[in-house]
Each structure stands twice: as C-alpha cells, then as structure tokens.
C-alpha cells in the first residue's frame, strides 16, 4: 500500500459551549494512493487521487468530532468520526 496527502487546517472561529471552549475547523485535502498485490506490480496507472474537506468540532482538551466528504473513483464518500483528542 501507498498513500500520500496534503491537508491544511483552516479555525473557522471558537466558542464557549457547555463551559468548554470549542473551535470550529474547516479542513481541504487531496491524496493519492492504492494498494498493490506485490512490488512488481506498482504502476502509476493504478494511482487513484481522491480531494475533499472535513469539518471538524475539537472541545478542549479532550474530544473532536469531523465528518469528512471525500471524492474520488468511487464517487463521494463520508465518514463520521468522534475521538478524543491526541
């Protein structure tokens, strides 16, 4: 398998919640990748870039919930996430 990607993180703004400082994220991505049967089969045809943007809420310190719409070969795809924060 090889991916590569770019992300930047763009703070929409910040907000009390609930009593925890939340921020708001706006984020654009592109990446390109696949997954390969064996070295010798690496061809650059087989390459498949997908772009797209995630939003994201991150509730200081500990909890950030995204959901990512990503578009590529397959068509658009999202996911949904909620994790604590590293």
């Given amino acids: 398998m090889?991916?590569?990607g770019m992300e930047q993180r763009c703070r929409l703004m910040a907000m009390r919640v609930?009593?925890?400082t939340t921020s708001f994220w706006l984020?654009?991505?592109v990446a390109v990748g696949t997954v390969?049967?064996?070295p010798a089969s690496m061809q650059a045809k087989y390459f498949r870039p997908v772009y797209g943007f995630a939003l994201r809420a991150v509730g200081r310190p500990q909890i950030v919930g995204s959901a990512d719409f990503g578009y590529g070969q397959e068509g658009l795809k999202i996911f949904l996430d909620i994790n604590?924060?590293?």
């Fill in 36 to 38: 390969f049967p064996d």
């Fill in 2 to 4: 090889i991916v590569t």
């Fill in 18 to 20: 609930g009593g925890v």
């Fill in 27 to 29: 984020d654009p991505f």
């Fill in 84 to 86: 604590y924060a590293y």
